[in-house]
């Protein structure tokens, strides 16, 4: 069974609690969250964007750039990767070129939004559209060119920002009706409203949420938001949120004291870190295809 088939099969089974898809960026990140016992990543563009080049999510990020770090974290980990397409980094041509080297590096599922180029958070302002109309193509050209693959569509809408409820939930059925996998209708500013994205859609295809720690939809239990019909739950920039919080007084305490004393309850040691990558295993299957080691 394919990756996409697994992760599909997930989300349809409604007897299991939501999947939560937390947020990576990179190999690294990617292994802990394997680990830790996540089922299935989500590597968002806003935190490649804040880890890679120390920028905020509007529309910086290539598509090449990208698809190299999909390959990189597809190479490290054994679960399904949902990987934030953006855009689709242009015209329809372009979501089909993105959507088949996307897939060739390993992504499982790939995300398109509405936007226009460009794009930038979801939960920032000045954000505009394309027509539904364009949307529907893209969303057509990626099933196209996925075809191969089985990968899986996730077709997103921020129009509740700029048109309203009623206009992003028409909008989402044109996506679902062209093809679209599972449904991401962003930035719902309250429970209500929740409730009605899930009322129209949750029997007929997977609900996808975005929790965000400051964002505009509230933050609320997986169970609560699975009793309201999501199906996936991802959290794109909470580890980076954490990380930049420990990074400033890690920085901050490293340069005021000249050592990192007070920090070695809080951080790995060389050996330890060593123990997280599985460095010896490695070194140890490294020496099986030792030409002396054989001979």
């Not at 960026?25 to 968002?44: I, N, V």
């Not at 995300?111 to 364009?134: F, I, Y």
């Not at 500013?189 to 129209?200: G, L, S, V």
Request: proline share 4%; glycine share 8%.
């Amino acid at each position: 069974m394919t990756q996409s088939r697994v992760l599909i099969s997930r989300l349809q089974d409604k007897a299991k609690a939501p999947l939560l898809a937390p947020g990576v960026f990179d190999g690294l990140s990617s292994m802990m969250a394997e680990k830790a016992g996540a089922e299935a990543l989500y590597l968002s563009g806003a935190s490649f964007a804040y880890t890679r080049f120390g920028r905020p999510d509007i529309g910086l990020v290539s598509m090449s750039e990208m698809a190299e770090n999909v390959a990189a974290i597809a190479d490290r980990v054994d679960v399904p990767l949902i990987v934030d397409a953006d855009t689709g980094f242009g015209n329809a041509l372009n979501v089909q070129r993105t959507a088949r080297v996307f897939a060739r590096s390993g992504a499982s599922a790939i995300q398109l939004e509405d936007q226009t180029l460009p794009k930038r958070c979801g939960h920032l302002a000045g954000k505009s559209l394309v027509s539904a109309l364009e949307m529907v193509g893209k969303i057509k050209a990626a099933k196209d060119a996925l075809a191969p693959w089985n990968t899986l569509v996730i077709a997103r809408t921020d129009a509740i920002a700029l048109e309203g409820v009623s206009a992003a939930l028409d909008r989402a059925e044109h996506y679902s009706e062209a093809g679209a996998d599972i449904l991401f209708i962003e930035a719902p500013q309250d429970t209500e409203t929740m409730r009605e994205i899930a009322r129209r859609f949750a029997d007929r295809i997977p609900l996808l949420v975005n929790m965000i720690e400051g964002g505009k939809t509230p933050l609320l239990p997986l169970s609560t938001l699975g009793d309201l019909g999501f199906r996936l739950v991802i959290y794109p920039g909470a580890f980076v949120r954490a990380l930049t919080f420990m990074g400033n007084q890690f920085y901050a305490d490293l340069l005021n004291n000249g050592s990192t004393e007070i920090w070695q309850d809080r951080m790995l040691d060389l050996q330890g870190l060593n123990t997280l990558l599985g460095t010896n295993d490695l070194l140890e299957k490294g020496k099986s295809y030792d030409g002396e080691a054989q001979s």
